[in-house]
């Protein structure tokens, strides 16, 4: 899979930036532009998106149960979580119904989440580096990444390929998270004569 820089000069190249960055190190206008920029993109997209590559699984640890008034229990938030997605309900497609609530807060060792489920466990986004990314997710990055640097590596963008590079970003991330819902088979599919039947 592409590496930062690699990902970085997809972006440069976007814009029609034919000068390429060669270290991560690199003192160029082009490579400090992109420095800038790109946790933030990352961050972005992967709270935009449960992506299979960067979702984990984990029993929430306990700190307390009847924590306050509202609440049942309350756990510690996971040390590596970046962006939690919920609380598992016991159903795999969960409905408004199904879904368990709970809330994200703070105390004095850190982050907390407030529920009423006992023995909780959660899914949620983590942090990857590239190695994970998908080919998909890394042209979506680099055409979110072009569209934050134009105005610095273009001298203002004066031919406004900003804009172009957040609508092929759209496109791109429509395409990249249908692959990835592709690669999930959670979904309950009935088959076709049990549908038929019914009819």
Request: aromatic share 14%; net charge negative.
């Amino acid at each position: 899979m592409a590496t930062k820089v690699e990902i970085w000069n997809m972006a440069l190249s976007h814009l029609g930036v034919s000068k390429e960055v060669a270290s991560v190190t690199e003192r160029s206008k082009e490579a400090e532009a992109c420095n800038r920029f790109y946790d933030s993109c990352v961050a972005a997209l992967l709270t935009d998106h449960s992506w299979p590559f960067a979702t984990k699984y984990a029993t929430l640890a306990l700190i307390e149960a009847s924590p306050n008034d509202e609440w049942g229990y309350s756990y510690r938030y996971p040390t590596d979580c970046f962006f939690f997605r919920k609380i598992l309900s016991g159903t795999r497609n969960d409905t408004l119904a199904t879904k368990v609530a709970y809330e994200v807060a703070q105390d004095d060792s850190g982050r907390v989440i407030f529920t009423d489920a006992a023995d909780a466990e959660c899914k949620y986004t983590v942090i990857t580096d590239e190695s994970y990314f998908t080919a998909d997710f890394n042209l979506a990055l680099s055409f979110r990444l072009a569209y934050y640097i134009a105005a610095r590596v273009t001298a203002g963008d004066p031919f406004k390929l900003g804009p172009q590079m957040m609508q092929k970003y759209q496109f791109e991330l429509s395409r990249s998270t249908s692959n990835a819902f592709n690669e999930d088979q959670s979904v309950e599919i009935q088959d076709t004569e049990s549908i038929q039947a019914r009819n």
